[in-house]
């Protein structure tokens, strides 16, 4: 009973029984917000995933009786994991709670991303802890009312890496779903929960792997797994949790998890379940539509183009890159990641699509599919043999793949035009005499074709340092009679407008220990073959183009110390004109609510923001970087902390929170960009947790000594730190006053940067990016001078 005799509303607090210090100063807190005739009544309960623990069933079910669900993370468990997620799921308020006190799990837990972009209070004794839960705490649910995705009825999360169960995966669901949304941490570094929650209410069923401990990431991935089957679950969306038959599941899910121990297996749980989506579809697509509010409806797209290729037309400037690729004018579009580089190519491809009589061969190969060719052949050949061995392999893959999508797109249109009747009928032929398997999707096609050359280069025993002849190419990569397949498709081509062959994601799945010297040799191979082809098939009278897209730093820090770097044609598309990521903003957000149709930015702003103005929008645009992605990122997570809350504005508290947490995704994402061209330097952001804005010359080589780097390796470190914008140079008055210059001021031209840093002396002294200061924690007199978005 409370104070004035009203029965108080029982509240749960879940913990993991890992520490017996958290444990009794849980009990002593609560035992204490009782005495303080706190509004609830407190009961602790433990996770320990022990036989013998009492059934989930009664647990979920008094948290769905309680107005909320208060859950400490100071050391994270599986399990209450689940839950929080299932709490937000049925409407019911998660508050989430900290020991400061203890180190627990808060490295593990800012890597997932959840749990600091739900909000969380922190507290250090029993007694701060017992203040807290004797308030009159907030029990407002984190809205759910979402639209429902008529288009993409699906949500996947994606696994970090890979493997055949992986890949097989998502073969499956392009096969059966086509269209579907999907979280990786290749494109979005960690997983906010207002993503999550967006995710998985606008579908209609969600798809869940469970790892094994022995996989790389596998941590990481199982706790927002946890989470995202807790909302499908309290959503009541059909949720599919596939697991290797030896997975040993927590026991949440224990009975919720479809086993497979092969990749048939994995086709028929998929098959099964697509029915399942399609009948939850039809059930929650008759309901009354939802009315979201303001906020939750205003929808930005999403900073991952795989996500929003349906609906990026809309909202889509089309750039002078955009134009130089579309009339052939390039080789090469580079940018860094998050400039847009993802979307150029689903534009370039729809555009180029729209007429007919074009071929147009879009592919992704991803980094580990060539795997096997990397261990089992590159490492044991010297470079020129490698470069022959990797040129004829791409000029083969490309050369199929073209043939692969005329037999596809003209199955039926070859029976009506008689010019290419014959000859479609005898590029079928030649197409499919060949033992080699090729059906499925590219990346099984490229998977199966990796294995066979790699098999057949075994069977060669070719010596070291033996140099390949035309003869072992053909004995090794060619599977089909080439010459014929060549002199057939070129005279079919002569029917066609123009064939566009574009490739994206290269750099995606390379090893996590940075990018390997076969690596770049299969990048140069790749433009090399495609300028190949494009002489032979242009000789024959075909209109052939071929353009790559890849990461600007890898292009620029690796590529440029190889003999070829120059002859590429080559667009950047790394932004800096700020008006124009200002009109990308705007174009957004208008597409999100009709009610700001023709309206100006500033208008627009000032509606969604209580605070507002240009200054806000400018300061926007520098935490970003300058980058499209970033500046999304930043937006979404202002919205989902304003969201979360129930305010139909952000507010400042709102924005400081969203900073927070978009300094976290910022630091893991440039530190994996680094440590992707500099191994050495792994993590290296790190190093400055703790440091003052200013960092001198002399400090950054004391941290390259500490790294074991020599000069030259030093020199290199605070070229890159530079080069990603972590640090630019203030003003020369050392004050501290005035515009600090970042690489994005000198438009990416690291040689101005470089030599604007010698006119400071032998000793300049640089300036952190403020985007980097909350998560990083930077001290001294700047420390109270947080980036100005509020």
Same mark, same amino acid.
């Given at each position: %009973? ?30 204490? &917000? ?20 009492? /059934?989930?069933?009664?647990? /979920? ?32 308020? &998660? ?105 998985? &209410? ?22 927002? &797994? ?105 080789? /090469? ?38 795997? #096997? ?195 590429? %044609? ?130 950054? %080589? ?13 020199? #290199? ?32 031209? %690291? ?40």
């Amino acid at each position: %009973m409370t104070g004035s005799g009203e029965i108080r509303e029982r509240c749960f607090v879940a913990s993991p029984s890992r520490s017996g210090e958290l444990l009794a100063c849980l009990s002593d807190a609560i035992a204490a &917000a009782h005495a303080k005739d706190s509004p609830f009544e407190y009961q602790l309960w433990t996770e320990n995933d022990i036989a013998g623990r009492e /059934l989930v069933a009664p647990i /979920l079910q008094n948290i769905t009786s309680s107005p909320l669900l208060v859950a400490d993370i100071t050391f994270l468990n599986l399990n209450v994991t689940y839950e929080v997620g299932y709490a937000i799921g049925q409407s019911k308020r &998660a508050l989430l709670i900290r020991n400061t006190g203890l180190k627990g799990d808060i490295d593990l837990s800012n890597e997932i991303g959840i749990f600091d972009t739900l909000g969380r209070h922190e507290y250090r004794t029993a007694e701060d802890l017992a203040n807290y839960l004797a308030l009159p705490l907030d029990t407002r649910a984190t809205s759910v009312d979402y639209r429902l995705d008529t288009v993409k009825r699906l949500f996947f999360l994606d696994i970090p890496g890979s493997s055949e169960a992986i890949r097989q995966m998502v073969s499956a669901i392009k096969r059966e779903f086509r269209l579907y949304r999907s979280f990786s941490d290749e494109e979005s570094i960690r997983l906010s929960a207002a993503f999550a929650i967006e995710s998985v &209410a606008a579908s209609s069923g969600v798809i869940v792997p469970f790892l094994s401990d022995q996989y790389v990431g596998s941590e990481i991935h199982n706790y927002r &797994a946890m989470f995202v089957a807790g909302l499908a679950h309290g959503l009541e969306r059909p949720v599919l949790i596939l697991k290797q038959s030896k997975v040993f599941a927590p026991l949440d899910i224990r009975d919720e998890t479809s086993d497979y121990e092969n990749p048939n297996d994995i086709d028929r749980l998929i098959g099964k379940f697509r029915i399942e989506v399609e009948s939850s579809f039809e059930r929650l697509n008759s309901r009354a539509p939802v009315e979201p509010g303001v906020l939750q409806k205003l929808s930005i797209g999403d900073p991952a183009a795989e996500n929003e290729f349906t609906t990026l037309k809309s909202y889509f400037i089309p750039t002078d890159a955009f134009g130089r690729t579309l009339q052939g004018q390039v080789d /090469l579009v580079t940018g860094r990641k998050g400039s847009g580089k993802t979307a150029l190519f689903f534009q370039v491809r729809d555009r180029l699509r729209s007429n007919k009589d074009n071929i147009v061969v879009d592919l992704k190969p991803e980094g580990y599919q060539l795997t #096997q060719l990397k261990d089992l052949v590159l490492r044991f050949l010297k470079a020129g043999s490698q470069a022959y061995l990797i040129t004829s392999f791409w000029h083969y893959v490309i050369l199929l793949e073209i043939v692969h999508r005329i037999v596809e797109t003209d199955k039926t249109r070859h029976k009506f035009d008689h010019r290419i009747t014959s000859k479609y009928q005898e590029l079928v032929a030649i197409y499919r005499a060949s033992d080699l398997d090729v059906g499925g999707d590219f990346s099984q096609r490229l998977l199966v074709l990796t294995r066979s050359i790699a098999e057949r280069f075994t069977d060669a025993q070719i010596e070291l340092d033996e140099t390949l002849t035309s003869g072992h190419i053909t004995q090794i990569v060619y599977t089909h009679d080439i010459r014929k397949l060549e002199g057939v498709l070129s005279e079919y081509l002569k029917h066609k407008d123009e064939v566009w062959v574009l490739f994206d994601n290269l750099d995606k799945g390379w090893s996590t220990g940075g990018v390997a010297s076969e690596d770049i040799t299969i990048l140069r191979c790749l433009v090399d073959a495609a300028k190949k082809l494009k002489r032979e098939l242009v000789q024959k009278g075909a209109n052939f183009r071929a353009v790559v897209f890849i990461r600007n730093d890898v292009y620029e820090l690796l590529i440029a110390g190889t003999a070829d770097y120059g002859k590429d %044609m080559q667009v950047n598309l790394d932004w800096t004109d700020r008006r124009q990521l200002v009109e990308l903003l705007r174009r957004r957000l208008e597409f999100g609510d009709n009610n700001f149709k023709g309206k100006p930015i500033t208008e627009i702003w000032a509606r969604i923001f209580e605070q507002s103005g240009s200054a806000q929008i400018e300061s926007f645009l520098d935490c970003c970087l300058l980058r499209p992605r970033n500046l999304i990122q930043l937006f979404q997570h202002c919205k989902g902390f304003a969201v979360n809350v129930g305010h139909e504005q952000i507010s400042a508290e709102d924005v400081v929170n969203a900073l927070d947490a978009y300094s976290r995704d910022l630091v893991t994402e440039i530190n994996r960009e680094i440590s992707d061209v500099f191994p050495k330097a792994n993590k290296l952001l790190y190093e400055f947790a703790g440091e003052p804005s200013e960092v001198s010359h002399e400090d950054l %080589m004391v941290l390259a000594e500490i790294r074991q780097l020599d000069s030259s390796a030093g020199d #290199q470190l605070v070229d890159l730190l530079l080069y990603y914008g972590f640090l630019g140079l203030p003003n020369a008055d050392g004050n501290g006053g005035g515009r600090v210059t970042y690489i994005y001021d000198t438009h990416y031209d %690291m040689e101005i940067l470089k030599a604007l840093a010698r006119k400071r002396g032998r000793t300049p002294v640089y300036r952190i990016h403020p985007a980097f200061w909350p998560a990083l924690r930077i001290q001294g007199k700047d420390a109270t001078k947080q980036p100005q978005l509020i």
